[in-house]
């Protein structure tokens, strides 16, 4: 790594994304940050370099010198020991996985093939989750439904929910996406109830 320039260096260390806020290029303008300011004696090395986003580095002055990285890395590892959706046993049942989330069967639910399509990184609701996560999510949910739809004819669509914090059900809250096949008969009904999506948080594990 020592021959690429150490702003791409910095970028990479970061996966591309505010080492503060989580933010990434699709989401915002990402600026190289200095820990300790050049004004102040900073050198330009990797090792005093981080990635901000332009409005956590605007906030930033030159009198701090925070090495936010480590911040990051716990926000990005952390997991609620309490939540399903953190543990190996749900993940265990995998029947899909993209780079950042992957798809397990609903445990409960009266619809044959349901599906949960779940993003590793514990986030309380699909909007707290990253442009690269929401992409990945809705990458993996395309590709399922269209297997789904190819090994079952009689589903005629899909009705799609996001989950997380409204789900009183849960004990701890962490995003996740229902993927529910629509066939002829009143068995989507049962699921999304007014059809606003109310009926969905009584079957959330």
């Given at each position: ?178 993927l529910i096949p629509e066939r002829d008969g009143s068995e989507l009904a049962t699921i999304v109830g007014d059809g606003r999506g109310a009926g969905s948080a009584a079957l959330c594990p």
């Open positions: 790594m020592a021959c690429l320039p150490v702003r791409y260096q910095a970028l990479m260390r970061s996966a591309g994304r505010c080492v503060l806020c989580g933010a990434t290029k699709e989401e915002t303008t990402l600026h190289v940050d200095h820990i300790l300011p050049r004004s102040r004696g900073g050198k330009n090395t990797i090792d005093n370099l981080q990635v901000l986003c332009a409005t956590c580095n605007e906030a930033k002055s030159n009198r701090d010198t925070t090495d936010l990285r480590a911040g990051l890395l716990v926000a990005e590892t952390a997991a609620d020991p309490a939540c399903p959706f953190c543990g190996p046993d749900l993940r265990s049942k995998a029947v899909a996985r993209s780079e950042l989330c992957f798809a397990v069967p609903h445990p409960r639910s009266p619809v044959a093939g349901h599906l949960l399509v779940v993003p590793f990184r514990h986030a309380p609701d699909f909007l707290a989750l990253t442009a690269d996560e929401r992409r990945d999510c809705e990458d993996l949910l395309r590709a399922l439904g269209n297997e789904s739809r190819s090994a079952d004819r009689g589903i005629r669509g899909f009705t799609v929910l996001s989950g997380g914090a409204a789900g009183k059900a849960l004990a701890t809250s962490h995003a996740h996406v229902h």
